[in-house]
Structures are given as structure tokens and as C-alpha cells.
């Protein structure tokens, strides 16, 4: 099975930043991933997120949207 975890837009996975939420899909996806479904991460893209991080966590497909400062400053549910 392919599941797909979506972060917030407020902060990235994997969770460089921190954020409980972000923090809640890292500790649940290496589970699913031992399972033997294959797992995808769709996150903000941060500088922070280095290659390093990124095999650490192995366990999942990670795919980042890059969104332009002024949307951010401006998020459209707030």
C-alpha cells in the first residue's frame, strides 16, 4: 500500500524546525514503512533539510514544494 503523509505549511519534514505535528508523522512513518507500505512525504522545502537528514531518514519518500515568502507571510486559512 502507498500512504502519503502531507506536512502543514508552516513548518517541513523532516522536522528541522521542530513542530508537534511534523515531530507526530516522523515517529508514525518508519512504522508504516516496516511494514512493508511504501510511504511518501509531500513538505514544505527548507535550506536546513540537508542530504544528511535526508538518509537519515531513508524510511520515506520525501517531496518538497517550494511557495514564495510572500504567500507564507500571507497564509490564505489564517
Known amino acids: ?20 505535528i511534523e515531530r507526530t ?5 518508519p512504522h508504516f514503512s516496516a511494514m512493508g ?3 511518501h512525504i509531500i513538505s514544505l522545502a527548507d535550506d536546513l533539510i540537508t542530504d544528511e537528514v535526508l538518509n537519515e531518514n531513508a ?9 514564495p515568502r510572500m504567500i507564507l507571510q500571507f497564509p490564505i486559512d489564517r
Open 59 to 67: 524510511f520515506a519518500q520525501y517531496h518538497y514544494v517550494k511557495i
Open 1 to 20: 500500500m502507498r500512504i502519503c503523509f502531507v506536512g502543514l505549511d508552516t513548518l517541513p519534514l523532516p522536522p528541522v524546525k521542530g513542530g508537534a
Open 37 to 39: 507500505h511504501e510511504v
Open 25 to 29: 508523522i516522523q515517529e508514525i512513518a
